[in-house]
């Protein structure tokens, strides 16, 4: 039977990890990031609802007097 020949693996490892490199490489230099991102104003939006103006008080059927 014959024995595994591991004297290109040296090779063969090093070799992928740098064509992987230079790939990874290629493709983030592709990319275009904005350099200075704008932040959106975050103020809080009031509306104005009829009810808010209005005291307004919610009865339960219980709460009523009785007779």
Do not use: G
Not at 1 to 28: G, H, V
Not at 40 to 55: A, R, V, Y
């Amino acid at each position: 039977m014959p024995q595994l020949d591991t004297s290109t693996w040296f090779t063969t490892i090093t070799s992928m990890i740098l064509a992987l490199f230079i790939l990874l490489q290629s493709k983030i230099t592709n990319h275009t990031f904005y350099l200075n991102p704008s932040h959106k104003d975050m103020k809080p939006i009031t509306h104005s609802t009829p009810w808010e103006k209005k005291w307004t008080k919610i009865y339960l059927p219980l709460s009523l007097p009785q007779h």
